[in-house]
Structures are given as structure tokens and as C-alpha cells.
């Protein structure tokens, strides 16, 4: 594709793009943030609707059992689990991330203990998603056990780190901040070859790059709902575990959805049968409704078609902002390989912040990470070679004309 002409007729071909209309993109706006925060889809102001008004208003306390509001978290982790490689009652959608690592953490870690009391390792990477680590730093505080995490980086590679001293090994399928994608099997097998448990955060990859948590034979996983899942800010995330390990199911989380019979008012917590165990409170139904919304197109698209074009995509932006963009200090920070690649793509600037303030203000919508990091999402769904071809002319007149070099774009939000 060498010119805008040659986009605009790839995605005439696109068979994704009649998903576009999907969605709620608002005008003169070209979304580059997917692997942060989705974009609306249109079914779910009508659900929401739906929801607050129908079910809440009219039904009231009644629609816990009318509208089927109980079973939400089950029903709805049936439907992600089957475009995830999970078999039906093996998923559900409940809590955060955070706290569905922490439940995961803390079986994993229960049953090394029974079975290989002397580890004391718990493997993750120094460029982990935040989350992660501090989810491990509270529970070795919590223990008090003599637990240590141990980090994989440049000095410390995988093969090296994982030795007959690492009980978990919790990693993220697709790095946050470089793209970078881990083969979910090999590495899974590794960590089995030497008798550690793999816990698998998928919070960009799923909905984004083709997952079967039951053919890489993981342990457990968790993972988001707001980003290629569409399913709202903040909406519920998920937690998926290996049918082997729940009959061995330990966490400290023990609220009483987790039970087979909460309205029985049981003193005593007895863990429910399957995946409904990792439950804890009361379910947000609101935001919970909404993620299937989300599900519905995801369910549309073909992932192995979603794949294809992401990385198309993916191919064409690192191309076009190496060949418009040379001159400028930009590095490359995402894996050229498709194997070793997610679906967004990460350049570092000098002044990354600044420049993508810049593009944010000219309707280019990617975010920042620390450090220097511009992150662009690439999402099939809605994302098209037609606004890659217009993201980097925007980007090359913002980086020539030295647009970034303002002091409302040196100006930092909560948010980046």
C-alpha cells in the first residue's frame, strides 16, 4: 500500500469493516487507544437503558431471578471463554484484574504448597503490567512465608529464571507497554517442565490475538473487558482456571457468591462447585450487562481474520512511520516478527508525552507510558489502513512542524 488510494481500496476488501458501524466513533476522531480503553459499542446505550430501566426500575429486587441476573457472571464467561480456548463452566466474569490475580495467586500458591513445599519463588517480568507485581508484593507481605519475586529481564532471561525454585510464574500474554507477545504454550510447557504453575494475564491480548487457554494447557489466566472486549470503563474483568486445579481451589476471598447457596445464610463458607467459587460479592449488573455488547461483535468477526488484519495494520504503521517520520527521533519498540507481536505498536520519543498531547488535540487518540513510550492500538474492528495512512500524516506534520513544542502539551492529567 503506497499511496491513501491503495488503503482506502484495502478496506473496501476488509471483510471486518462493515463491523465499523458497530460502533459509536465519534466524528474527526481517529481512535488509536483500543488497547486502553474500547470504543462504545451502539447496542449498549439501549442495554443500558434496558437495564437501569426495565430490570432495575420496573423489576426491581425481583429480576436477581427474572432477568437472570444471578447466572450473569457464568453466562457471560461461557460466552468470552469460547473465544478464548475455555470450555463452558470454566470462566466467569467478576471483579478486576487485580483481584482476580490475587485469587489466582493465592491457589497457584496453595497448591505448590502441598505438593512442592520448598518453593518459595514467584516469576514474573520487570516489564510487567504494575498490577501484577504489586499483586505479588501484597501477597508475599500478606504470607509472610518467605516468599521472593523474581523478575525476568535483559541480565535474566526466562530459561535462566525459571529453576527448581519457582512455585507461580505469572506473566502477561501481551506486554502493556511494548507489544510484545509471549508463545503461551512453549512457554507454558517450560514452566511444567520444571514444576512451576503458569498464571496468565490477558489483559491485551484478549479479543485482540487468538488465545486457547485449553491447548496451551495454562494453569490459570485473568484478564480485562475495556479494552479489545469493549465492554466499558472499568467494566468487570475475568478469571479462567484449568479444570485440573479447582478442585484444589483455595483464596482468601471467600465472599458469599463463591458459595453453592448464598441465600441459605450459611455461617460456614463452603466453596461452590466449578468456577463459580472464584466469586466473592455482589456482582456490579449494570456494567456487567454491558460487556456483552462487546461479546456480540466480538463473536462476529472471524479471529483468525481479526489476526490477519491486525497485523497488516500493524506492518503498514511501523512502515509508513519509518519511511515518513525518518529523521526524527523515534525508535521502534513493538517486534517486527508476527509471532512475537500483540496488536498495538510502541514507538519512544525524547518527548513522547508532549507529542502525543499533540496528537490527541489533532484527533489522533493513542496514550503514553512511561518511559517515552507512544502506544498506538491497532483494532480490526473499527480501525481501518485508511486511518493508518491519515494517523501518520498527522504525525509527521505534528513531528516537522514541532507542533509538540507547546506548554499546554507539557501539562499532565491523572491520566496519560
Given at each position: 500500500?503506497?499511496?491513501?488510494?491503495?488503503?482506502?481500496?484495502?478496506?473496501?476488501?476488509?471483510?471486518?469493516?462493515?463491523?465499523?458501524?458497530?460502533?459509536?466513533?465519534?466524528?474527526?476522531?481517529?481512535?488509536?487507544?483500543?488497547?486502553s480503553?474500547?470504543?462504545l459499542?451502539?447496542?449498549?446505550?439501549?442495554?443500558?437503558?434496558?437495564?437501569?430501566?426495565?430490570?432495575w426500575?420496573a423489576?426491581?429486587?425481583?429480576?436477581?431471578?427474572?432477568?437472570?441476573?444471578?447466572?450473569?457472571?457464568?453466562?457471560l464467561?461461557?460466552?468470552?471463554?469460547?473465544?478464548?480456548?475455555?470450555?463452558?463452566g470454566?470462566l466467569?466474569?467478576?471483579?478486576?484484574?487485580?483481584?482476580?490475580?490475587?485469587?489466582?495467586?493465592?491457589?497457584?500458591?496453595?497448591?505448590?504448597?502441598?505438593?512442592?513445599?520448598?518453593r518459595?519463588?514467584?516469576?514474573?517480568?520487570?516489564d510487567?503490567?504494575?498490577?501484577?507485581?504489586?499483586?505479588?508484593?501484597?501477597?508475599?507481605?500478606?504470607l509472610?512465608?518467605?516468599?521472593?519475586?523474581?523478575?525476568?529481564?535483559?541480565?535474566?532471561?526466562?530459561?535462566?529464571?525459571?529453576?527448581?525454585?519457582?512455585?507461580?510464574?505469572?506473566?502477561?500474554?501481551?506486554?502493556?507497554?511494548?507489544?510484545?507477545?509471549?508463545?503461551?504454550?512453549?512457554?507454558?510447557a517450560?514452566?511444567?517442565?520444571r514444576?512451576?504453575?503458569?498464571?496468565?494475564?490477558?489483559?491485551h491480548?484478549?479479543?485482540?490475538?487468538?488465545?486457547?487457554?485449553?491447548?496451551?494447557?495454562?494453569?490459570?489466566?485473568?484478564?480485562?473487558?475495556?479494552?479489545?472486549?469493549?465492554?466499558?470503563?472499568g467494566?468487570?474483568?475475568?478469571?479462567w482456571v484449568?479444570?485440573?486445579?479447582?478442585?484444589?481451589?483455595?483464596?482468601?476471598?471467600?465472599?458469599?457468591?463463591g458459595?453453592?447457596?448464598?441465600?441459605?445464610?450459611?455461617?460456614?463458607?463452603?466453596?461452590?462447585?466449578?468456577?463459580?467459587r472464584?466469586?466473592?460479592?455482589?456482582?456490579?449488573?449494570v456494567?456487567?450487562?454491558?460487556?456483552e455488547?462487546?461479546?456480540?461483535?466480538?463473536?462476529?468477526?472471524?479471529?483468525?481474520?481479526?489476526?490477519?488484519?491486525?497485523?497488516?495494520?500493524?506492518?503498514?504503521?511501523?512502515?509508513l512511520?519509518?519511511q515518513?517520520?525518518?529523521?526524527?527521533?523515534?525508535?521502534?519498540?513493538?517486534?517486527?516478527?508476527?509471532?512475537?507481536?500483540g496488536s498495538?505498536?510502541?514507538f519512544?520519543?525524547?518527548n513522547?508525552?508532549?507529542?502525543?498531547?499533540?496528537?490527541?488535540?489533532?484527533?489522533?487518540?493513542?496514550d503514553?507510558?512511561?518511559?517515552?513510550?507512544l502506544?498506538?492500538?491497532?483494532?480490526?474492528?473499527?480501525?481501518?489502513?485508511?486511518?493508518?495512512?491519515?494517523?501518520?500524516?498527522?504525525?509527521?506534520?505534528?513531528?516537522?512542524?514541532?507542533?509538540?513544542?507547546?506548554?499546554?502539551?507539557?501539562?499532565?492529567?491523572a491520566?496519560?
Amino acid at each position: 500500500m503506497n499511496t491513501r488510494d491503495d488503503c482506502v481500496n484495502a478496506d473496501r476488501q476488509d471483510p471486518l469493516a462493515p463491523l465499523k458501524e458497530q460502533f459509536d466513533l465519534p466524528p474527526g476522531v481517529l481512535y488509536m487507544d483500543g488497547n486502553s480503553l474500547g470504543v462504545l459499542p451502539k447496542a449498549a446505550a439501549a442495554r443500558a437503558s434496558s437495564v437501569i430501566g426495565q430490570e432495575w426500575g420496573a423489576g426491581l429486587i425481583r429480576s436477581w431471578n427474572t432477568a437472570g441476573w444471578f447466572e450473569l457472571p457464568a453466562r457471560l464467561g461461557d460466552k468470552l471463554g469460547s473465544l478464548l480456548g475455555a470450555r463452558e463452566g470454566e470462566l466467569v466474569i467478576t471483579d478486576t484484574t487485580s483481584l482476580n490475580i490475587f485469587k489466582a495467586l493465592a491457589a497457584a500458591l496453595r497448591i505448590q504448597q502441598q505438593k512442592l513445599p520448598s518453593r518459595r519463588v514467584i516469576l514474573s517480568e520487570r516489564d510487567n503490567f504494575p498490577t501484577d507485581l504489586y499483586m505479588i508484593q501484597g501477597m508475599i507481605d500478606l504470607l509472610q512465608q518467605g516468599y521472593e519475586m523474581r523478575l525476568i529481564d535483559d541480565a535474566l532471561p526466562l530459561e535462566d529464571a525459571l529453576d527448581d525454585s519457582v512455585a507461580v510464574m505469572l506473566l502477561s500474554h501481551v506486554n502493556y507497554r511494548s507489544g510484545q507477545m509471549h508463545d503461551m504454550a512453549a512457554v507454558t510447557a517450560l514452566a511444567h517442565e520444571r514444576g512451576a504453575l503458569a498464571i496468565w494475564d490477558l489483559a491485551h491480548a484478549a479479543g485482540a490475538v487468538p488465545v486457547d487457554l485449553n491447548g496451551a494447557d495454562a494453569d490459570f489466566a485473568v484478564g480485562c473487558t475495556y479494552k479489545y472486549l469493549n465492554g466499558g470503563p472499568g467494566s468487570p474483568a475475568f478469571i479462567w482456571v484449568a479444570p485440573r486445579h479447582t478442585k484444589d481451589f483455595w483464596q482468601p476471598l471467600s465472599g458469599w457468591w463463591g458459595h453453592p447457596r448464598p441465600f441459605d445464610m450459611a455461617v460456614a463458607y463452603e466453596p461452590a462447585g466449578g468456577i463459580r467459587r472464584y466469586l466473592c460479592g455482589t456482582q456490579p449488573i449494570v456494567s456487567l450487562s454491558l460487556v456483552e455488547c462487546g461479546l456480540d461483535v466480538a463473536h462476529a468477526a472471524d479471529m483468525a481474520e481479526v489476526r490477519r488484519k491486525s497485523l497488516a495494520l500493524g506492518d503498514l504503521f511501523i512502515s509508513l512511520v519509518e519511511q515518513r517520520c525518518a529523521g526524527h527521533p523515534l525508535t521502534l519498540v513493538t517486534p517486527r516478527d508476527h509471532a512475537e507481536r500483540g496488536s498495538h505498536v510502541s514507538f519512544r520519543h525524547p518527548n513522547g508525552f508532549e507529542v502525543m498531547q499533540a496528537l490527541i488535540a489533532r484527533g489522533v487518540i493513542g496514550d503514553y507510558r512511561e518511559p517515552e513510550v507512544l502506544r498506538f492500538g491497532l483494532t480490526p474492528l473499527y480501525f481501518g489502513y485508511a486511518d493508518v495512512w491519515d494517523a501518520v500524516d498527522i504525525l509527521k506534520d505534528v513531528l516537522d512542524t514541532r507542533a509538540w513544542d507547546k506548554p499546554e502539551f507539557r501539562q499532565r492529567a491523572a491520566v496519560t
